[in-house]
């Protein structure tokens, strides 16, 4: 390349430490990388980002941690963008796609209370911030006795307000809190049977230019195949319910040998109405299982279901 590897990112301490390991990464595939000025992270302001004061839902959702870093990839700005899959919209814009799939985190949800309680020891009213309409369905489903508000900000904005007593508890990605070393707080972390993580949460994705063929070679010895393949079936999923920020949508697949097993969760905002879907199968069909679990649930939905 004639120029720096350019690597695109959200600004965020959790948004560079992702960068970052994706620059070591392929600086250990790839030893001449490591020469100064090999590579540049490019630091990107989303919109996402600058709006604090509503949720994802309402301020328009997913692409709003895309948009930016996508744009700087079609105008040569960036080579290559790192994203927190979870926040990856389900369609991608014609000419880019998510060529690489690091090694899956730990893709389970995590609590946090001031006075060191578990979700269920919370008093009756205790209030819990969450930024997701999939952890608040979740908890209000579980505990339809709390009262749950918006909670925006990075990882430590939130600690930060949960230490100033705005809530009384929230809730965050585990994955997000091993990359940044900061686990020592959490009063509990949700196993799937109490929790349903959100699609693809804990994987990160790397989004190229399709044309782009030299940052592909870059890029492949970091390609994770099971990760892709747990991700596969989740996102389809997700597109046959055509699932965004607006609707409760929770999955994870886990690999066993050459299977796959996929469970999924659909619930009503405030968590009373709950509809279910597993699949199992051969690893191949990861986004075949997908579809047909979103299927099955979305013919089982009432009309207008994620309107109401």
Same mark, same amino acid.
């Given at each position: 390349?004639?120029?720096?590897?350019? =690597?695109?990112?959200?600004?965020?301490?959790?948004?560079?430490?992702?960068? $970052?390991?994706?620059?070591?990464?392929?600086?250990?595939?790839?030893? $001449?990388?490591?020469?100064?000025?090999?590579?540049? =992270?490019?630091?990107?302001?989303?919109?996402? #980002?600058?709006?604090?004061?509503?949720?994802?839902?309402?301020?328009?959702?997913?692409g709003l941690f895309t948009k930016e870093l996508e744009e700087a990839l079609f105008d040569g700005r960036a080579d290559l963008a790192v994203h927190s899959m979870? #926040?990856?919209?389900?369609?991608?814009?014609?000419?880019?796609?998510i060529s690489t799939l690091l090694p899956r985190e730990d893709p389970r949800d995590a609590f946090f209370s001031r006075e060191g309680k578990r979700l269920d020891?919370?008093?009756?009213?205790?209030?819990?911030?969450?930024?997701?309409?999939?952890?608040?369905?979740?908890?209000?489903?579980?505990?339809?006795?709390?009262?749950?508000?918006?909670?925006?900000?990075?990882?430590?904005?939130?600690?930060?307000?949960?230490?100033?007593?705005?809530?009384?508890?929230?809730?965050?990605?585990?994955?997000?809190?091993?990359?940044? %070393?900061?686990?020592?707080?959490?009063?509990?972390?949700?196993?799937?049977?109490?929790?349903?993580?959100?699609?693809?949460?804990?994987?990160?994705?790397?989004?190229?230019?399709? #044309?782009?063929?030299?940052?592909?070679?870059?890029?492949?010895?970091? $390609?994770?195949?099971?990760?892709?393949?747990?991700?596969?079936?989740?996102?389809?999923?997700?597109?046959?319910?055509? %699932?965004?920020?607006?609707?409760p949508i929770a999955a994870m697949a886990t690999l066993s040998g050459d299977r796959l097993s996929l469970r999924a969760k659909v619930l009503s905002h405030d968590?009373?109405?709950?509809? $279910?879907?597993?699949?199992? %199968?051969? =690893?191949?069909?990861?986004?075949? @299982? %997908?579809?047909?679990?979103?299927?099955?649930?979305?013919?089982? @939905?009432?009309?207008?279901?994620?309107?109401?």
């Amino acid at each position: 390349m004639t120029h720096p590897l350019r =690597i695109g990112t959200r600004g965020s301490p959790l948004a560079l430490a992702q960068a $970052h390991e994706t620059r070591g990464r392929l600086i250990a595939a790839h030893p $001449h990388l490591a020469e100064p000025g090999a590579i540049e =992270i490019v630091v990107l302001k989303t919109t996402g #980002d600058r709006i604090q004061d509503r949720t994802l839902a309402e301020a328009g959702g997913k692409g709003l941690f895309t948009k930016e870093l996508e744009e700087a990839l079609f105008d040569g700005r960036a080579d290559l963008a790192v994203h927190s899959m979870k #926040d990856v919209p389900t369609w991608l814009p014609e000419g880019l796609e998510i060529s690489t799939l690091l090694p899956r985190e730990d893709p389970r949800d995590a609590f946090f209370s001031r006075e060191g309680k578990r979700l269920d020891d919370l008093p009756a009213g205790s209030v819990i911030g969450t930024a997701g309409l999939r952890r608040q369905a979740q908890i209000l489903e579980r505990r339809p006795d709390l009262t749950v508000v918006p909670f925006r900000g990075n990882v430590q904005t939130r600690l930060a307000k949960l230490d100033a007593g705005e809530v009384d508890a929230t809730l965050l990605a585990l994955a997000g809190l091993r990359r940044l %070393g900061l686990t020592e707080r959490i009063t509990q972390v949700f196993e799937p049977e109490e929790m349903l993580p959100a699609v693809a949460q804990g994987a990160i994705g790397i989004e190229i230019r399709t #044309d782009d063929a030299a940052t592909r070679a870059l890029l492949a010895p970091l $390609h994770c195949a099971e990760t892709a393949s747990r991700v596969a079936a989740e996102r389809a999923l997700l597109a046959v319910l055509d %699932g965004s920020c607006r609707t409760p949508i929770a999955a994870m697949a886990t690999l066993s040998g050459d299977r796959l097993s996929l469970r999924a969760k659909v619930l009503s905002h405030d968590g009373r109405q709950v509809f $279910h879907a597993e699949r199992e %199968g051969p =690893i191949a069909d990861a986004a075949l @299982l %997908g579809a047909e679990a979103g299927s099955e649930i979305k013919s089982v @939905l009432p009309p207008n279901f994620f309107q109401a």
